[in-house]
């Protein structure tokens, strides 16, 4: 199956999103593949017995959200000049998003911009960060902050790679199919309700939906000026759960699902969202083996974070909120005191 990607206003970028089973790739240039240990471990092997190249090397860089720095995008460079990369050469992303991201960004800079292509091996590269061109890394005042809008060659979806994907990173991946069908498609969200996660029929089904929507969004807004900022949901709450916890306690997916707990807890609030609406979605995060709980121990300091968002401008924040099931708004005069109050709900703990 093919999903295009024809940017609106972009029209000379087009690339084709395929999932299937991974053909063999050839390239008349020379490639790097970029991966990390563990997915160097189950699947590099079979990669590189389909990729043919005038030359081919591996870099690999260590596994971890905590490793998504600029010193890493360093080692990426370097070796890239080592192995003599010149501007028709080629980067392969081979592993999750934060392989992903720092390919492409590192692919941005190399001599001013060489080509990359995806080839995601979690679910959550494959359902969201593969697709779309958004690269960069973390620093210490927050996640994705340098970066680059930089659109891939081409996006290869291969699901059979998932199949040693840990239990946990697996229910990350749903956390972004979850938020795709919380925002845009009520029927999606009721399907997987009722569908067993772990079958492959559904894991194909989820990862079709997921990029159709990916793809409608992105071929719209390209630069997060307008609907593309809806993809954001739980992340400007998930990505300072995230920064709090120094990047090693919650995986992206479920600083995700906290996220979108808490920001449901907003339009609740907001009477945006119904109670049962909210309690529905956190039931299934439960249900699909995601955090829904943080204690955050200073408001203030958590709200004060908020202004780090790449959405915020001109000392506003952004909120990106469900209105109703598959439905979405994006706020950005929410009065403090009401954010701060749904925020403080969070500072307690359970048995109090």
Known sequence: MIVPIALAQTQSIRYDITIDTLASLTFDTSVVIVTNPTVAGYHLDTLLSKVSAT????????????YKTLDTVEKILNDCFEHKLDRKSLLIAFG???????????????????????????????????????????????????????????????????DTLPPREFAAGIAEVIKMAVMFDKEFFAYLQSARLNDLATIKEMIRQSVELK??????????????????????????????????????????????????????????FTQEEADEVKTFLVSADLPVEYLIKDVDAFYEHFFLDKKSAKGRIKFILPHGMGGHTILSDIDATV??????????HNDT
Do not use: C
């Not at 911009?113 to 359902?127: A, C, E, K």
């Not at 890394?137 to 659109?151: D, E, H």
């Open 55 to 66: 030359s081919l090397h591996v870099v690999t860089i260590p596994d971890g959200e905590g």
């Open 215 to 272: 793809a409608w969004v992105v071929n719209q807004d390209e630069k997060e000026a307008g609907i593309r900022a809806v993809l954001n949901y739980g992340h400007t709450f998930g990505h300072v759960v995230e920064n709090e916890t120094g990047y090693t306690e919650y995986l992206h997916g479920e600083a995700v699902a906290i996220g979108m707990v808490m920001a449901n807890a907003l339009a609740v609030e907001l009477g945006l």
């Open 339 to 348: 954010v701060k109050k749904v925020l403080a709900t969070f500072g307690k």
């Open 96 to 162: 999750g998003g934060v392989i992903g991201d720092m390919t492409g960004f590192s692919a941005s800079l190399y001599q001013r911009g060489i080509d990359f292509i995806q080839i995601p091996t979690t679910l959550l590269s494959q359902v969201d960060a593969s697709v779309g061109g958004k690269t960069g890394v973390n620093n210490s005042y927050g996640k994705n902050l340098i970066g680059a809008f930089y659109q891939p060659k081409a996006v290869y979806i291969d699901p059979s790679f998932l």
